[in-house]
Nanobody, 114 residues
Framework: QVQLVESGGGLVQPGGSLRLSCAGS????????MAWYRQAPGKQRELVAS???????NYAASVRGRFTISNDNAKPTVYLQMNSLKSEDTAVYYC????????WGQGTQVTVSS
């Protein structure tokens, strides 16, 4: 089964930027959506950003204007560019690819702190 491998997380100061990447270990057919979720300690997992195969994007209100989701369907790979990071963005970030099966990454920690 195809695995999703995330990278790009880490520690960054408030106002800084990070770019998360999520790459599939093989090809995935019939992708209809790619997305990023996050889960902060003590909170439920929430949708951060998503992109349909046709390129329609959706963002959580808390990140709109600061985060950008993009993808490369051929690989498949999905990215999350995060700018103007805030302490409340601290969480474990998970990528998700929805196709005939639902694929999830293992999660990557993003910590925003001075």
């Amino acid at each position: 089964q195809v695995q999703l491998v995330e990278s790009g997380g880490g520690l960054v100061q408030p106002g800084g930027s990070l770019r998360l990447s999520c790459a599939g270990s093989g090809s995935i057919a019939n992708i209809f959506r790619m997305a990023w979720y996050r889960q902060a300690p003590g909170k439920q997992r929430e949708l951060v950003a998503s992109m349909t195969y046709g390129g329609v994007t959706n963002y959580a209100a808390s990140v709109r204007g600061r985060f950008t989701i993009s993808n490369d369907n051929a690989k498949p790979t999905v990215y999350l560019q995060m700018n103007s990071l805030k302490s409340e963005d601290t969480a474990v970030y998970y990528c998700n690819i929805a196709a005939r099966l639902d694929y999830w990454g293992q999660g990557t920690q993003v910590t925003v702190s001075s």
